[in-house]
Nanobody
Framework: QVQLVEAGGGLVQSGGSLRLSCAAS????????MAWYRQAPGKQREFLAL???????TYGESVKGRATISRDNAKSTVYLQMNSLKPEDTATYYC???????WGRGTLVTVSS
């Protein structure tokens, strides 16, 4: 069974940075497009970024210029570096095998003003 385990969330001050990670297992990681989403309380899940097997990156408008997605195929891990964090970035962040229904449990990011 595919497992995705996110880590790296926490409490950070406005303007700060975090690096989230997502370790995948039971998939041929290198062949899959991986993505990050987030969901704030009372809001719909929002696309943040994806990275193809070849390393091509795509970003959602809300994080463009502040986020960097990367992957380490040897570790079956995808990362999301978030900079210049704002209180509105507060949400639970999830990774996803793009286009498939595999999701992690998420990691909570709280940005204080």
């Amino acid at each position: 069974q595919v497992q995705l385990v996110e880590a790296g969330g926490g409490l950070v001050q406005s303007g700060g940075s975090l690096r989230l990670s997502c370790a995948a297992s039971e998939i041929i990681f290198s062949r899959n497009v991986m993505a990050w989403y987030r969901q704030a309380p009372g809001k719909q899940r929002e696309f943040l970024a994806l990275i193809t097997s070849g390393g091509r990156e795509t970003y959602g408008e809300s994080v463009k210029g502040r986020a960097t997605i990367s992957r380490d195929n040897a570790k079956s891990t995808v990362y999301l570096q978030m900079n210049s964090l704002k209180p509105e970035d507060t949400a639970t962040y999830y990774c996803n095998v793009f286009g498939q229904s595999y999701w992690g449990r998420g990691t909570l990011v709280t940005v204080s003003s």
